[in-house]
């Protein structure tokens, strides 16, 4: 096939770099969010999209019942409505007011840990035995044996006389520290006799102390850029209220003026609110079972970015009493360098349902704890529980339990919430809504069963070949056995949503689909890291369709009702099994206090697919080749088309060459000879590494994460050729975009300009619309032109990022043999998944 037959369907690199960088209508959704949270003076105007307007009116009254007005005079200077009172203004040291325009005094010098260690091998060591390897203690002990004879022969040392001395160093690191503390509660003296066996035996209680782990939290530097300081109201140019950030919420608002309302004295004060998350976990390995509830703290001043940045953000305690800072407002160095007077605010709980029935004091019998409805009908729209309710409920029905528990679903009129003995904190308003994505497993699960257990052993086992031929994704897990392996974990059950519905898709009646993709849809959308007024609707629009098609079941007589299953790790193996809890708390404080060490980068190393990107600026996103090419190519253009077969290669390159120097492509009717000619050293790259803002994926302290796309004919002993999404126009979602497959990754120079390229073959959609009913998802199939693939060359700033294309099965059974290496090769469409994680949901719709 001629090069004139395979024109590059992209302008010049330099447009498509202005729509990743100046954040055309591709990178809109994004990009909004990159925006939320600045202010008209810090915000420039962005390509296409206008500024945020400088008004703004009023929150609209329905959704914002205790937030007042802001004067009309002000309307026009902000995007931002603050909390009038609790402001979080600036003090000194001791609380004294300073002005506003009074510098944060200077930090004192940060202590140097790596002084902690004799040697930078000592710290690179320990890192890598602890943290990396989690070696034994035991082969610690053998591993610096050997170290030291064969260090005797040269006079030196082993960097570890043993793995207590390693211990030692590691404890000795005290940036941040939080040490555990423990206290065992007593036995009562007279439990009477029909006391239950758990009211007979003392327990250890092992906590930090929150206020040291809160300050900890706000004298963090590495969250300055990520920090509100006060409740506030955004809207965008559009004068529309959004919701971001905790501080965005109307619970802020609407504590931050109870505090000034019952303590007029706290104006000025920064509310600090605490966010709380308990687990429960049991642990039986042999030895019987264990069980250990763990409570995590974080607080509602961190931005969503922060939070997903997993930089000590969110801390596990163990514990709850504060008994400062609730009431009175206590001094606290603040990540921006400033003290504040801050006052602590318990406001949200986050737990799974077994852990929300005992903090509520509801029975276990499908009650909700937040609201009023009966079990039978939790559609029902009924009042939300509160500590106030439920006082009358007991006082009015003390004499009759039965009641109590057969319509409120109250346990036990004697327990009462922790709640009940801090201020302003009702326990049925902080706990938060959970859902899980296993449930689609489970229902798929039921209702294959209705086909009769044969013909659903037939068809699962058909599903488990298709889940096991999924193409990779950067961090994606692989399913070699499909979803059948023994011990799951939360982390498997979201992989494993990612590629089911392809896998199922085949095999279910459509409404079912429809069901199971809608639910799919509404727990990505509402995990978005910025929500408006807009996103509401259309989350009932969702939550409408969900209960339209969910009617399938109960017609079906596959299901009457939904569960939500739960699940848990910890880092049991570590320990001894023997008084473990003790034992795993330190060896998680070891783990914190190595995590401030420098790690080598293992995107640069090549070990890691995907990961969090932590303090590059908020950039909307970058592909970047590999810091080390392969030497084992030929360096010349004609000769690497030979080498690897690519007889097009040379003249692709050579035409997008003459896109980028002219802006254009050539004319229809250019010959070769006209093309520049590339004599410059190619060097060939098995990786490239894309750099974007997805502040709802795991991320950095800036919301920025990165994943790395492979083309190498080696990848743990199998080819590997990664698809991406690249830039074609303006249009909105996966309109404006085209799917391809990255052959090579190489770069050359001309004129002393480095260009960055990939060749690729292209994909084509099958229509102007998402194609597949069931799904809803875009459906792709590998572009041909007179039966050859149609290929280019195209610059590394027209990639978006990589996409997972996942094969659209049908019934045909998988060749056993039949490796997931293969399947971008073997099947000829594919559904662009939506699902391989958020950022990838906003941007392909």
């Known amino acids: 096939m001629s090069t004139r037959q395979i024109p590059c369907p992209y302008q010049d690199s330099g447009c498509i770099r202005r729509f990743k960088r100046e954040g055309d209508l591709t990178w809109h959704v994004t990009m909004m969010h990159w ?95 602890y943290c990396k390897v989690q070696m034994s203690q035991s082969d610690i002990d053998l591993l610096m044996e050997l170290w030291a004879l064969a260090a005797a022969q040269s006079e030196s040392s082993s960097p570890f006389s043993d793995h207590n001395h390693m211990f030692a160093e590691i404890d000795n690191i005290r940036v941040g520290d939080a040490p555990w503390q423990c206290f065992e509660t007593a036995v009562p003296d007279n439990p009477g006799p029909n006391a239950p066996e758990w009211l007979s035996r003392s327990y250890q209680v092992w906590f930090h102390d929150p206020n040291t782990v809160i300050r900890n939290i706000l004298d963090n530097p590495d969250f300055a850029q990520e920090f509100d300081t006060a409740p506030f109201v955004p809207l965008d140019s559009n004068d529309t209220r959004r919701w971001s950030n905790f501080m965005s919420g109307n619970l802020s608002w609407r504590h931050a003026t109870k505090i000034y309302e019952d303590d007029p004295s706290t104006e000025g004060s920064m509310l600090v609110p605490i966010i709380l998350g308990a687990d429960k976990t049991t642990v039986s390995v042999a030895t ?123 346990a036990n009129q004697n327990v009462q919430p922790f709640t009940a003995h801090f201020p302003r ?52 897990r692989q399913f070699p056995q499909g979803r059948r392996f023994k011990q799951w974990t939360g982390d498997d059950s979201k992989a494993l949503m990612k590629v089911y519905l392809s896998a199922i898709a085949d095999y279910m009646p459509e409404s079912i689909m429809k069901c199971l993709s809608t639910f799919m849809d509404f727990c990505y959308l509402v995990q978005r890291p910025t929500l408006d007024e807009t996103t509401f609707k259309e989350v009932q629009t969702l939550i409408d369709r969900y209960h339209h098609y969910r009617e399938a079941f109960h017609m079906s007589g596959v299901r009457e009702h939904f569960s939500l299953p739960r699940q848990h790790s910890k880092p049991w193996r570590r320990s001894n099994r023997y008084n473990a809890l003790s034992q795993m708390l330190l060896i998680n404080q070891r783990l914190d206090k190595l995590d401030v060490t420098p790690a080598l980068d293992p995107f640069d190393a090549g070990v890691e697919d995907m990961g969090a990107a932590g303090d590059e600026e908020s950039l909307l996103g970058e592909v970047k080749l590999a810091k080390t090419y392969e030497r084992s190519y030929p360096t010349d253009i004609s000769l690497l088309s030979r080498y690897l077969n ?84 303006e249009e909105k979602g996966f309109r404006g975009i085209n799917a391809a497959c990255i052959r090579l990754f190489f770069s050359f120079q001309y004129d002393n300009v480095e260009y960055q390229c990939a060749l690729v073959h292209w994909y084509k959609r099958h229509s102007r619309t998402p194609s597949d009913v069931k ?71």
């Open 775 to 845: 799904t809803g998802m875009w459906v792709v199939e590998p572009h041909y032109h007179n039966e050859e693939p149609f290929m280019a060359v195209i610059h590394l700033d027209t990639i978006l990022r990589g996409a997972h294309l996942l094969p659209v099965f049908g019934l045909t059974a998988i060749p056993k043999k039949l490796h997931f290496s293969q399947s971008l090769d073997v099947f000829t469409a594919f559904y662009v998944s939506k699902y391989a994680d958020h950022q990838m949901n906003e941007i392909i719709h």
């Open 646 to 729: 690519q007889p097009n290669l040379e003249s692709l390159a050579c035409f997008f060459l003459y896109e980028q120097l002219n802006g254009e492509p050539p004319p229809p009717d250019y010959r070769n000879e006209d093309l520049p000619a590339i004599g410059s050293i190619v060097r060939v790259f098995h990786s490239a590494v894309a750099t974007f803002h997805a502040p709802s994926d795991i991320s950095g302290t800036h919301g920025m994460r990165r994943e790395r796309i492979q083309a190498t004919p080696q990848w743990y002993g199998y080819p590997r050729y990664d698809c991406v999404l690249s830039v074609e126009s």
């Open 425 to 476: 904190a009702d326990i049925h308003e902080m706990l938060s809504l959970t859902f899980s994505t296993k449930l689609l497993k489970e229902l798929s699960k039921t209702t294959l069963s209705s086909e009769g257990k044969t013909r659903a052993d037939e068809i699962m086992d058909d599903i488990d070949a298709q889940i096991a031929v999924t193409p990779p994704f950067p961090g994606l």
């Open 288 to 410: 019987g079972n264990a069980e250990y509830h763990l409570l995590y703290l974080s607080i509602g001043n961190l931005r969503n970015s922060a939070q997903q940045g997993h930089r000590n953000g969110v801390i596990p305690i163990g514990f709850l009493a504060i008994p400062k800072g609730m009431t009175i407002p206590v001094i606290c160095h603040c990540p921006d360098g400033h003290f504040r007077r801050c006052i602590y605010d318990l406001a949200a709980f986050i737990a799974d349902y077994p852990e929300k029935v005992l903090l509520a004091g509801i029975s276990v019998s499908s009650w909700c704890p937040k609201c009023t409805s009966q079990p039978s009908n939790l559609d029902q729209i009924s009042p939300r529980r509160s500590c106030e309710h439920t006082a009358v409920l007991i006082e009015q029905f003390s004499a009759d339990n039965d009641v109590l528990w057969n319509n409120y679903g109250i």
């Open 35 to 129: 925006k939320a949270g600045q202010s008209v003076a810090s915000t420039p105007t962005v390509g296409n999209l206008p500024s945020p307007s400088p008004g703004h009116s009023p929150p609209p009254n329905y959704l914002n019942q205790d937030i007042p007005p802001e004067p009309s005079n002000q309307r026009k200077r902000k995007t931002r409505n603050y909390h009038p009172f609790l402001t979080g203004e600036h003090c000194d040291a001791e609380g004294r007011p300073v002005t506003p325009d009074t510098p944060p005094p200077p930090r004192g010098p940060l202590p140097n840990v790596w002084n902690l260690f004799q040697t930078e091998v000592q710290l690179q060591l320990a890192d890598f035995l």
